[in-house]
């Protein structure tokens, strides 16, 4: 063989395995590339269907007011003090779910009469708590703010003790149908809420034990009333708000009940309630 036909034979065996290397060299290239086409191609995490509670301190002004025939009989004024659980949906934009719960107590001053009509300037104890589940859908407003619209329904229990010579006890348990609109902020920001609350069904049973009775249940009438929210979150978990709340009812009908040994007719008159007052939450 001669030398020129030994150094062609090299020379292609030269070409062969550089081409050969320039093949590894591209094929992992192009996996190395296709890697993050791969990677983009698997699922998502699921965003987490857990929603977010407020505890929140609730001290509020209460006043309560009661008239027959259009003139007013009695009044009740003074703090009371509560403290408020609350969840709501974590949920970009759709259906969402939402809960409150809460307890109070206080003791109001009483500027009116006894169920004698005689009059009497007394003290009114309060203790009570409520319960309520709101279903309604979020529409995403801007890149700070949520718009909610909410209806559902509660349940209120609350204990009214007049103190002093002639007083007596009452328990109240009106369920509310609820419906309004909701500003709540993704972060911080504002909160604004307001609704109208209906009171579909009230008992309240009175015991005049104290005063030589028995108890007479009654059923107060429905009337729409009003609840309102303005407030601002400061921070992912920090918020203060200021509230207002009411209760209207019709006046109910006429029970007969022997007290001290006389008849008399008792009802409850058409009944105004209101509660304005703070609240400062943590949510968590």
């Given amino acids: 063989?001669?030398?020129?036909?030994?150094?062609?034979?090299?020379?292609?065996?030269?070409?062969?395995?550089?081409?050969?290397?320039?093949?590894?060299?591209?094929?992992?290239?192009?996996?190395?590339?296709?890697?993050?086409?791969?990677a983009q191609l698997k699922p998502e995490a699921a965003p987490s269907a857990l929603g977010r509670w407020t505890i929140d301190v609730a001290p509020e002004y209460f006043y309560w007011q009661e008239f027959v025939n259009g003139v007013k009989v009695d009044d009740e004024s003074g703090l009371r003090y509560g403290l408020e659980l609350s969840y709501k949906d974590l949920q970009d934009e759709g259906w969402l779910l939402a809960a409150r719960f809460k307890i109070y107590y206080g003791s109001v001053d009483y500027n009116g009469g006894t169920w004698t009509g005689a009059p009497v300037k007394t003290t009114t104890d309060y203790?009570?708590?409520?319960?309520?589940?709101?279903?309604?859908?979020?529409?995403?407003?801007?890149?700070?703010?949520?718009?909610?619209?909410?209806?559902?329904?509660?349940?209120?229990?609350?204990?009214?003790?007049?103190?002093?010579?002639?007083?007596?006890?009452?328990?109240?348990?009106?369920?509310?149908?609820?419906?309004?609109?909701?500003?709540?902020?993704?972060?911080?920001?504002?909160?604004?809420?307001?609704?109208?609350?209906?009171?579909?069904?009230?008992?309240?049973?009175?015991?005049?034990?104290?005063?030589?009775g028995g108890t007479v249940t009654l059923h107060p009438g429905t009337l729409p009333s009003f609840y309102a929210e303005a407030g601002y979150k400061f921070t992912k978990n920090l918020s203060v708000t200021a509230y207002f709340d009411s209760y209207f009812f019709a006046k109910s009908s006429s029970e007969t009940e022997e007290i001290s040994g006389m008849n008399y007719q008792v009802y409850q008159p058409q009944t105004e309630s209101f509660e304005v007052g703070v609240k400062a939450g943590w949510a968590f």
Avoid at 6 to 19: A, S
Avoid at 173 to 192: C, D, H, M
Wanted: charged content about 20%.
């Fill in 1 to 38: 063989m001669t030398a020129g036909l030994l150094t062609q034979i090299n020379q292609i065996r030269h070409r062969i395995c550089t081409i050969q290397r320039l093949g590894t060299v591209a094929g992992m290239t192009v996996i190395l590339s296709g890697t993050p086409a791969l």
């Fill in 127 to 212: 203790y009570g708590g409520l319960g309520e589940l709101r279903y309604g859908y979020r529409w995403n407003v801007d890149e700070d703010q949520y718009l909610d619209l909410m209806g559902g329904f509660g349940l209120e229990d609350w204990h009214r003790s007049l103190n002093g010579a002639g007083g007596y006890n009452e328990k109240w348990l009106p369920i509310n149908l609820k419906a309004g609109l909701e500003l709540s902020p993704k972060e911080k920001g504002r909160i604004v809420t307001l609704g109208v609350k209906v009171p579909v069904y009230t008992t309240e049973v009175i015991d005049f034990g104290r005063v030589g």
